[in-house]
């Protein structure tokens, strides 16, 4: 079966979406049945992937004469087109719950979704709150979605403990108002007035989250790991805060657990979903909650003991083949439809 993947920001983005269709991507080199065909559309990407995925890769516009079975888009939406069925994943509604404030960027998001939600022959979303979210904004049925949740990463593990000289949380931040970085900052500033605690901040912020971490009296690091730096950090946290009011899924909160840490998330959009039960959820807004749920989880060994446990039996329970597996069943569904499948 000849399948064409749409490669675009498979270079550049390595978490997300990136790490979403690295992991399918990664599986589909072993099906001795798939022919797959990255499409870029820098020339200069071509000899990076097929060094890093041993496929055949090539400019999306010298495959428009090429003939292929079907072709996935996972980059929430179609930015060009071929002559074959197309799988779209779209991962979430954020274009239109939570759109850019400039018009220009607003368009150039929500015009690849509204295209691939008009000509997608099958479409998949991570979880089913997102399939919910953008029935409601796209005003779409939400059984159109098929539900493919990602996996983490064989490398999200446990790694050998190491001593903590001082208990740390930590929380991957980004530059996204959604993140809800204010509640956080607040609510740990009330949990640790004495500095006992500190904060370790991964990622990107917002300018305005950066200033308020910055005036704050929160005792505080700055980081901006690579994955085996971030790997340790999730095993030795005492714990890891997932305060976002909106996520399509919440791939940090699973690979925290498979790396056996304690996770405090908010209870809201997908992380419930995502969490399934392992992780201690608070209300997104109320800093009172997040406050005394910060301060238990670093005071309560047992319980902190039991929310690792939690985790660790969370990621056994994830079947690592499934995205991949549920990706190619549709995709030889497309097949199946032009005689190829």
């Known amino acids: 079966m000849r399948v064409a993947v749409d490669a675009f920001n498979l270079v550049a983005d390595r978490r997300g979406m990136g790490r979403y269709a690295r992991t ?54 179609v930015r060009f ?77 446990p790694m050998p403990a190491q001593p903590v000289l001082r208990p740390y949380v930590l929380f991957v931040g980004g530059p996204d108002e959604r993140k809800n970085a204010v509640t956080l900052f607040g609510a740990f500033e009330r949990a640790f007035p004495d500095g006992d605690v500190t904060l370790v901040v991964a990622g990107t912020l917002r300018d305005a989250d950066e200033a308020t971490l910055r005036d704050s009296n929160i005792v505080h690091d700055r980081v901006r790991p690579d994955d085996e730096h971030l790997r340790e950090l999730y095993q030795h946290a005492y714990a890891v805060a997932i305060p976002s009011v909106a996520e399509g899924y919440g791939i940090m909160a699973v690979e925290a657990m498979a790396c056996g840490a304690a996770v405090i998330a908010a209870d809201a959009a997908a992380l419930p979903e995502s969490c399934d039960g392992a992780a201690l959820l608070v209300p997104p807004l109320d800093r009172d909650a997040w406050s005394a749920a910060l301060r238990r989880v670093i005071e309560d060994d047992a319980l902190r ?14 079947d690592r083949d499934a995205p991949a597996n549920q990706t190619l069943r549709l995709l030889r569904e497309l097949g199946a439809s032009t005689g190829s499948g």
Request: aromatic residues 8%; contains cysteine.
């Open 81 to 157: 087109e071929l002559p074959a069925p197309k799988m779209v994943t779209v991962h979430d509604a954020f274009a239109f719950t939570h759109p850019a404030g400039d018009p220009i960027a607003r368009w150039r998001e929500r015009r690849p979704i509204r295209r691939a939600l008009r000509i997608a022959d099958r479409l998949a979303t991570v979880s089913h709150w997102s399939a919910n979210e953008l029935a409601h904004a796209c005003a779409v049925d939400a059984s159109r979605f098929s539900i493919i949740a990602p996996v983490p990463d064989p490398f999200w593990q």
């Open 305 to 318: 003991a039991d929310l690792r446990r939690r985790s660790l039996a969370r990621a056994a329970r994830i």
């Open 24 to 77: 399918i991507l990664t599986d589909f080199r072993e099906r001795a049945d798939l022919a797959i065909t990255l499409l870029v559309r820098d020339p200069s990407h071509v000899p990076i992937l097929q060094n890093e995925f041993g496929c055949a890769v090539e400019t999306a516009r010298a495959a428009r004469t090429r003939r292929f079975d079907a072709v996935w888009y996972p980059w929430n939406g």
